[in-house]
T-cell receptor, first 113, second 114 residues
């Protein structure tokens, strides 16, 4: 079973703050994804990557950067956090592109004051 | 643009009731369709996956049929249990002009009472 871990699990920051969310997967999957989950919107894709050094833009990328440093590690960066980015963030991975099964991490709850 | 619609925000049932969760999609292609389930405090996990090659998916007593004519992918279960209480997401995935695209519905919360 694929294992995806996220850290931190909870984060509080202030408007304008700098936040980095971390994700690690241990099954050598090619694809990794960052989503945000908000009531009434389901999950929305922020960024995704198909390998180390690669980054693809998702559906709601504004205000977010991401970097895939290794096969295992994918980071989401909020350089000037805003209250609108208060959300539950999920990382996921899959062996191949999004038509393959995605394995999700436990989520990071971010509150921007 | 592509979209996935789940009209039911919440469904409340008793154990052994029949479950039907509505999902319709809009796209110009024939995407891969999914149902994911999210239990409290966890990330979503795959429940069902159906491609154009196989019209029906069945897992853990749940089933969903890929209907290209009505562009629907409703989720059904003959007899729900309290342990089925969770949020259910319908989703589609496809390659488009702008690259990979995935769209999730807004989710349907299922509450099953004993």
């Amino acid at each position: 079973e694929a294992a995806v871990t996220q850290s931190p699990r909870n984060k509080v920051t202030v408007t304008g703050g700098n936040v980095t969310l971390s994700c690690r997967q241990t099954n050598s999957h090619n694809y990794m994804y960052w989503y945000r989950q908000d009531t009434g919107h389901g999950l929305r894709l922020i960024h995704y990557s198909y390998g180390a050094g690669n980054l693809q833009i998702g559906d709601v990328p504004d205000g977010y950067k991401a970097t895939r440093t290794t096969q295992e590690d994918f980071f989401l960066l909020l350089e000037l956090a805003s209250p609108s980015q208060t959300s539950l963030y999920f990382c996921a991975s899959s062996p191949d592109w999004g038509g393959d099964t995605q394995y999700f991490g436990p989520g990071t709850r971010l509150l921007v004051l | 643009g592509d979209s996935v619609t789940q009209k039911q925000g919440q469904v409340t049932l008793s154990e052994d009731d029949f479950l039907f969760i509505n999902c319709t999609y809009s796209t110009t292609t024939y995407p891969t369709l999914f149902w994911y389930v999210q239990y409290p405090g966890q990330g979503p996990q795959l429940l069902l996956k159906v491609t154009t090659a196989n019209n029906k998916g069945i897992s853990r007593g749940f089933e969903a049929t890929y209907d290209k004519g009505t562009t629907s992918f409703h989720l059904q279960k003959a007899s729900v249990q309290e342990s089925d209480s969770a949020v259910y997401f319908c989703a589609l995935a496809e390659w488009g002009a702008g690259g990979y695209k995935v769209v999730f519905g807004s989710g349907t919360r299922l509450l099953v009472s004993p």
